[in-house]
């Protein structure tokens, strides 16, 4: 109930009668305020007229007036400022911890808005509100998404200046780890980003130019070259192809050199991956592309066009992977390169929120603007949640879309923010059943 009252002070979504304080007074909402999410009255920087005079300040809400004191705000000096108290019934007088008598009125809640609130209550359904969807125009919904797109970089970029600001202001080292954090692709990322981070860019460097090294150290930080990594029945052949014991006294040499601990193997997943997804073919994948100096963060800044990046993202395993999934597991002979979509989802993932990040931090908006840009070409994601909204009457166009349909699933409709969701909006202000 409080929550709706909320909502209906927002968007100023009051009964058609004028509204009046509890003793009569006129009041005319000149402006609802911001929502004030942290500690505080609930609105912010709210301006009404009561009677003939004109205050600014706070809004505090409640379902009932009696609230007031049970959520000690009559002993709070934060509220000392609020103007006007807005309640679904006022059942006493409320003041200030200054002992200021507050204006209070009750708000209605209309019936077609407490029914349609209702509704979205009960639905089990996702999205709840498909009821509405066609009925709301295309420029609304065009413009919602771009503002859930926006929320979602801005989101992701704040991961990524994180990661920057633990590197000590090192953007490659940063890069690095969001990338491989998305060579997990969903179900290993954790682990990936992990094992990044134990990656030693600055000295590995002098050893750049030897792919067996770059591994030898990528395979090692990651716990895969321990013995008890390799299951039982592989264990012999890969001690007898010679690879496996080159590798693992190649990384012994290198961890002494360096001071280096691998992550616990334990965290990498195993379960129901396809092989190509193995932990051990992405890894040689990033050592080939770290080897051939082609995904360098400078390289990232410089790339103009779609096609510089997915060539600039373009790698495959090192020769020995092309016939192996894990140690001693041999596998048909070819060549292990990622996909056209697997190089799509990178770029959304990590070129797209990674660029954002530094045109947001430098201040560079044609950076920004560039990002946002590169998800034009790209084709829709296809997964459950583009696929539930397309049967709703939302089909995505691309990956701006798709990428702003994942936004509302997540941070909307998963959340239960229907109050906060644009569409949720459409359907609450809905006067006419919906079937």
């Known amino acids: 109930m409080e929550k709706l009252l909320y909502y209906i002070w927002k968007y100023k979504l009051f009964p058609l009668r004028p509204l009046q304080t509890t003793d009569g007074q006129p009041v005319e909402v000149l402006d609802p305020g911001v929502l004030n999410r942290d500690a505080g009255p609930d609105f912010q920087n709210a301006k009404v007229k009561i009677g003939g005079t004109v205050w600014a300040g706070s809004v505090e809400i409640h379902r009932q007036a009696s609230d007031w004191y049970a959520h000690g705000h009559h002993e709070d000096a934060r509220y000392n400022n609020v103007v006007l108290h807005v309640t679904g019934k006022a059942d006493r007088p409320v003041a200030t911890q200054e002992g200021q008598a507050l204006p209070q009125i009750e708000l209605e809640v209309p019936p077609h808005l407490q029914e349609n609130y209702e509704t979205l209550c009960r639905t089990t359904d996702y999205p709840r509100c498909y009821r509405i969807i066609r009925h709301i125009d295309r420029f609304t919904i065009h413009s919602w998404l771009n503002t859930l797109l926006c929320e979602r970089l801005e989101q992701r970029a704040q991961a990524v200046a994180r990661r920057v600001e633990e590197s000590q202001g090192d953007w490659e080292q940063a890069f690095f ?114 080897y051939g100096q082609k995904a360098g963060f400078s390289r990232l800044l410089e790339a103009k066009t779609l096609e510089e990046l997915r060539d600039m993202l373009r790698t495959h395993a090192t020769p020995y992977w092309e016939s192996h999934y894990t140690f001693g597991c041999p596998s048909f002979k070819r060549t292990k390169t990622l996909t056209a979509n697997s190089l799509d989802l990178i770029t959304i993932n990590t070129v797209v929120p990674v660029l954002y990040a530094y045109g947001m931090t430098h201040a560079q908006d044609t950076c920004c603007q560039r990002a946002l840009r590169l998800l034009d070409p790209i084709k829709a994601e296809d997964n459950h949640v583009t696929r539930q909204w397309a049967e709703c009457g939302i089909q995505a166009e691309n990956a701006a879309d798709s990428q702003a349909l994942l936004q509302l699933k997540k941070e909307y409709c998963d959340r239960r923010y229907c109050l906060h969701c644009r569409f949720g909006y459409e359907f609450l202000k809905h006067k006419e059943k919906l079937t």
Request: glycine share 6%; hydrophobic share 40%; aromatic share 14%.
């Open 177 to 290: 780890v969001t990338l491989a954090r998305n060579f997990g692709f969903g179900v290993n990322g954790d682990a990936f980003e992990a094992w990044a981070r134990h990656i030693p860019l600055q000295s590995l460097a002098r050893h750049r130019d030897d792919l067996f090294q770059v591994e030898a150290v990528f395979m090692g930080q990651a716990g895969l070259l321990e013995p008890d990594t390799i299951p039982q029945k592989y264990r012999e052949e890969a001690i007898g192809d010679g690879y496996y014991p080159r590798l693992k006294r190649e990384y012994d040499y290198l961890a002494h050199k360096f001071s280096l601990q691998p992550i616990d193997a334990d965290a990498w997943k195993f379960l129901r991956l396809r092989p190509q997804n193995f932990p051990h073919v992405r890894i040689a994948q990033l050592a080939q592309l770290y």
